[in-house]
């Protein structure tokens, strides 16, 4: 079992910057990849952003690519979304995942164990 809880969401205006942050515990955080969805109000849970477990590799959605920028230190256990140039609609309840041994980066399914969420609001 892996528990993630993440932190650092609130309500920013338009062109600000938030930091969140997911601390895993549980298991070697090391050992595996992690990512970062969101829900907006009224629409699916949605791939944002992926990285593997030595920080080699970042994957991004082209709705945030260049804003926002996934990092992780694994002698904290955890794992952090730098969200730069924020508009409206990345509004959302933001979660953490640990990613499974075989799956698209990009897949909801290809996900084991979720963080319950924080929710970011940016105002327009």
């Known amino acids: 079992q892996v528990q993630l809880v993440e932190s650092g969401g609130g309500l920013v205006q338009a062109g600000g910057s938030l930091r969140l942050s997911c601390a895993a515990s549980g298991r070697t955080f090391s050992s595996f990849d992690m990512g970062w969805f969101r829900r907006a109000p009224g629409k699916e849970r949605e791939f944002v952003g992926a990285?593997?477990?030595?920080?080699?590799?970042?994957y991004y959605a082209d709705s945030v690519k260049g804003r926002f920028t996934i990092s992780r230190d694994n002698a904290k256990n955890t794992v952090y979304l730098q969200m730069n140039s924020l508009k409206s609609e990345d509004t959302a309840v933001y979660y953490c995942?640990?990613?499974?041994?075989?799956?698209?980066?990009?897949?909801?399914?290809?996900?084991?164990?979720w963080g319950q969420g924080t929710q970011v609001t940016v105002s327009s």
């Open positions: 990285i593997d477990r030595r920080s080699s590799v970042t």
């Open positions: 995942a640990v990613r499974g041994s075989y799956g698209s980066y990009g897949y909801e399914a290809s996900y084991e164990y």
